[in-house]
């Protein structure tokens, strides 16, 4: 089954306890994005990537990093978290025309 | 960069009636979908439609790409239908794979 997997799917953390939200996709998607979803904000695109080793800041980047070692993972690292990250994350992959998202993951930072 | 903008941001229907959800975006655009979340947070996808016109079973799209505005149209709604529906687009000047979501239009049917 075509998917895209996050994991987490919550997570309840203290700021500055680094962490690391795993993505993974089985469709061979050259391209993956991860987004927050904040109340009456809609979508905001945090890091993509566009292939393997290529990866760019979306409208949202700081306070995140991501790497992209291999097509199918595509990790969202938060180094030092502080309370204004609590949100819904979303990673999405893309394969032509249609993405692909995960289930989401609901990150509260204390 | 590129504003995106939809309307309305609610809209409340009885189960039966038709729906036109609007997406306006400041910029030409090489990228734009439709998609629908659920009361339950899944996304998905509805459409790709950059320009022209889709139809699939219900729902249709057509974006004017020249007027700069995306119209998603749902006939005889269920409720099965109630959620968020986002547009999103990627700007012809921004990088290649740079994504902005409007607000959402957020639809609730009735029984």
């Known amino acids: 089954e075509a998917q895209v997997t996050q994991n987490p799917r919550y997570l309840i953390t203290v700021t500055g306890k680094k962490l690391t939200v795993t993505c993974s996709q089985n469709m061979n998607h050259e391209y993956m994005s991860w987004y927050r979803q904040d109340p009456g904000l809609g979508l905001r695109q945090i890091y993509y990537?566009?292939?393997?080793?290529?990866?760019d800041k979306g409208d949202v980047p700081e306070g995140y990093k991501v790497s992209r070692k291999e097509k199918r993972n595509f990790p969202l690292i938060l180094e030092s978290p502080s309370p204004n990250q609590t949100s819904l994350y979303f990673c999405a992959s893309r394969g032509g025309t249609q993405q692909f998202f995960g289930p989401g993951t609901r990150l509260t930072v204390l | 960069g590129i504003q995106v903008e939809q309307s309305p941001p609610d809209l409340i229907l009885q189960e039966g009636a038709n729906s036109t959800l609007r997406c306006n975006f400041s910029d030409s655009v090489n990228n734009l979908q439709w998609f629908h979340q659920n009361p339950w947070g899944q996304l998905i996808n509805l459409f790709y439609i950059p320009s022209g016109t889709k139809q699939n079973g219900r729902l249709s799209a057509t974006t004017v790409a020249t007027e700069r505005y995306s119209l998603l149209y749902i006939s005889s709604s269920q409720t099965t239908d109630s959620g968020v529906y986002f547009c999103?687009?990627?700007?012809?000047?921004?990088?290649?794979?740079?994504?902005?979501f409007g607000d959402g239009t957020t639809l609730t049917v009735k029984p």
């Open positions: 990537s566009m292939n393997v080793e290529v990866t």
């Open positions: 999103a687009v990627e700007s012809v000047r921004g990088r290649a794979g740079k994504s902005t």
